[in-house]
């Protein structure tokens, strides 16, 4: 946030409204507060693809899976014979491990994309892009851009949740809302480059300076508007 009002220069102060653990559709009445006590008049609503709200069954399974930000170990079967730490079990533990692993990714993704699957999520969907238009349109003397922030997760080799990204942007866009994906802002970067640490993948410093260079760059080139002085 501090990056982003040296990024804007003199003049704007950027407020952090943000909550831990909190879907985007329960953030509006939040919004609406922010907005009323600190008379804010334009506001940037940040989106992760774990914000929407999501079904009993799929809040369930998210137990059994790594949610790609938190990397969990795989729990361990315990042995009933005497360990014998020789190179050739070592080997084969940890090519176990990196099976598990693999499975536990592929399971996470699906998970995701499960989370915007109609079928299995709908009305929750339906939630979200009903928060989106009230964001848009419903705050008082308030201009709204939503930017969605990727997990670091196959930036460069292949980001897997680019259709998901694709869903939320027309969701957003079709209430007016502009728009801007930093998934391909990332593309050019190693994952472990912009990971806190190999076992959490929150983005770290440079990431973020990273967001907030290229928010404030969009906003000063593609949303002018939004960046207009309010007239007194």
């Known amino acids: 946030f501090k990056q982003m009002e040296r990024e804007l220069g003199d003049g704007y102060e950027v407020i952090n409204g943000a909550r831990p ?11 609406f507060n922010l907005v009323r006590d600190y008379q804010c008049t334009r506001t940037i609503v940040v ?33 009933s014979a005497r360990r014998l730490i020789i190179d050739k079990v070592r080997v084969l533990s940890f090519t176990s491990a990196l099976i598990i692993h693999s499975r536990v990714r592929g ?3 699906q998970w995701y994309h499960d989370l915007y699957n109609e079928k299995l ?11 989106f238009g009230t964001m ?7 201009r709204t851009v939503l930017v969605i922030y990727p ?8 980001y897997p949740f680019k259709k998901i990204h694709d869903k939320v942007k027309s969701m957003a866009e ?25 076992v959490d993948h929150h983005p770290n ?25 309010p007239k007194k």
């Open 21 to 31: 653990g909190v879907s985007t559709a329960a953030e509006v009445p939040q919004m």
């Open 47 to 79: 989106f992760i693809i774990n914000d929407v709200e999501s079904t009993e069954e799929l809040r369930r399974r998210v137990q059994t899976v790594n949610d790609l930000i938190n990397i969990r170990e795989p729990k361990k079967k315990t042995l």
């Open 107 to 109: 399971a996470t993704i």
């Open 121 to 131: 999520n709908g009305p929750n969907l339906r939630h979200l892009g009903g928060a």
């Open 136 to 142: 848009s349109s419903a705050v008082p003397n308030n």
């Open 151 to 158: 997990l670091m997760e196959g930036l460069k080799s292949g």
């Open 174 to 198: 079709d209430t007016g809302m502009p728009v801007l994906d930093l998934a391909p802002v990332f593309s050019e970067w190693d994952d472990h480059e912009l990971q806190v640490h190999p």
């Open 205 to 229: 410093g440079r990431a973020h300076k990273i967001a907030a260079k290229f928010i404030v760059m969009w906003l000063k080139k593609v949303v002018p508007t939004f960046l207009e002085r």
